[in-house]
């Protein structure tokens, strides 16, 4: 079968590889479509971040070259002897958790913190950018009928902002503050206003998506080289500041108008995996008695993330900005999302299946 391999940073290649053989317990799909992640901009330009390189992954037992893709959707087509779950020509989407189950936190139920924590398509037990995977029944769910394959592949990414409300302890009626408005602050943008948020306030750059923020329930957006962020958003929160701000740009300046965005005692949520340091003064957290947390991943919300999408709560509408085939992936897609024309996309899906096109 084709599958979209990662060697190195730059270097993403189409290679034929075996079809992966379903265990008692696991479930084979076929691949319909699957995302391109900021995670896998990451790994393409900076990487490795999550995938094994000089030693094998803890739990996979493999290193790169690995299959990339996480965010994905497909059709069950074999399970194994003891899957009871979901039964061949389910419609099905994947949390691709990677856990020992063993570990304080996996027995906890905190798996999306295990110490030796991996990402189905970044740690080398199969991925998306295929056209089969195979993945334990216990993180595969069937999504409600009528429910669209291209919907299925955006599961995964709602659900990591879905998770950082959590994180921020989020509460209906607050005010939110999100820098940066690719794929996740949309998602977070959706999330927020799902859940009740009073204002939400965008802080982007980009013309193309402030567009898309404005579409995803975002009531403010604010352009750093049009206004004085913080100044704006005091005003708009009456002098106080916000409750909560969602760091999800991965650089110095969009963390230093994130801290500055919230009130004394308010909430910073860092989304965004960096790729380098960044300095702060600690001060500006103890003298207002600010907090930040960080969020990885998610831990148990792709049902209620897939209920929200269902009944329209959620709509992720106009996030799907370009379609490409597996043999396209790294000209289409990756040097796409990190060349000048980046700004003009949301979200890149790719097929192993050139008929969907």
Not at 70 to 87: A, P, W, Y
């Amino acid at each position: 079968m084709k599958a979209a391999r990662w060697y190195g940073p730059k270097d993403i290649r189409i290679d034929e590889v075996e079809e992966p053989i379903v265990n008692k317990d696991s479930v084979k799909i076929k691949v319909k479509w699957c995302g391109i992640c900021g995670s896998d901009l990451h790994e393409y330009m900076a990487g490795p971040i999550f995938i094994p390189v000089e030693q094998e992954h803890p739990l996979s037992h493999n290193k790169a070259p690995i299959i990339l893709g996480h965010e994905f959707s497909g059709e069950v087509v074999e399970i194994g002897e003891d899957v009871t779950k979901v039964t061949v020509g389910d419609n099905v989407i994947v949390e691709p958790i990677v856990a020992c189950g063993e570990c304080p936190s996996c027995k906890e139920g905190n798996y999306h913190l295990c110490p030796s924590l991996g990402f189905h398509g970044l740690c080398g037990t199969g991925g998306g950018f295929a056209e089969y995977t195979t993945f334990p029944q216990e993180f595969v769910y069937k999504v409600p009928e009528g429910f669209s394959y291209e919907m299925g592949a955006l599961v995964e990414p709602i659900t990591v902002a879905m998770h950082s409300l959590r994180r921020g302890t989020f509460q209906t009626g607050q005010t939110a503050v999100v820098v940066g408005a690719g794929p996740i602050g949309l998602a977070t943008i959706e999330c927020l206003k799902a859940a009740g948020a009073k204002l939400v306030i965008a802080v982007e750059l980009s013309s193309v998506r402030k567009e898309y923020a404005k579409r995803s329930g975002a009531d403010v957006i604010l352009d750093p080289r049009e206004v004085d962020v913080t100044a704006e958003i005091q005003k708009l929160t009456d002098g106080i500041g916000a409750d909560i701000a969602f760091e999800i740009t991965g650089v110095q300046a969009g963390f230093n108008t994130a801290i500055n965005a919230i009130k004394a005692r308010g909430t910073l949520v860092i989304t965004s995996i960096w790729e380098k340091e960044i300095s702060f003064n600690l001060n500006n957290l103890v003298f207002a008695e600010k907090k930040i947390v960080g969020t990885i991943a998610y831990n148990k919300l792709f049902s209620a993330t897939t209920a929200l999408m269902a009944d329209g709560r959620i709509k992720a509408e106009g996030w799907v900005t370009k379609k490409i085939y597996i043999d396209d992936i790294v000209a289409e897609g990756f040097e796409t999302l990190v060349s000048e024309q980046r700004d003009q996309q949301v979200k890149i899906l790719v097929t192993p299946d050139r008929s969907l096109l």
